[in-house]
């Protein structure tokens, strides 16, 4: 499985939206959130972003 990623600028990994980071999952990819605790990792968003994704175009799946 090949994964597409965003290209860097001046050396860095672009900050991205939640929209757009979904469109780098392809399908059949695990997708793993981890965090320290303390509120610090929320993902709601990214996770509705899925969804939203999922609803519209099918994909990513399996």
């Given amino acids: 499985m090949k994964i597409n990623k965003p290209s860097r600028i ?3 990994v672009p900050v991205l939206s939640a929209q757009e980071a979904v469109n780098y999952i ?3 990819a ?3 959130i ?3 605790g303390g ?3 929320e993902a709601t ?3 509705t972003a899925l ?3 999922y609803q519209t175009t099918q994909s ?3």
Avoid: H, Q, S
């Fill in 34 to 36: 981890l965090g320290a």
């Fill in 10 to 12: 001046n050396g860095r």
């Fill in 26 to 28: 392809p399908d059949e």
């Fill in 51 to 53: 969804a939203d994704k």
């Fill in 60 to 62: 990513p799946r399996d």
């Fill in 45 to 47: 968003t990214l996770i």
């Fill in 30 to 32: 695990t997708l793993c």
């Fill in 39 to 41: 509120g610090i990792l």
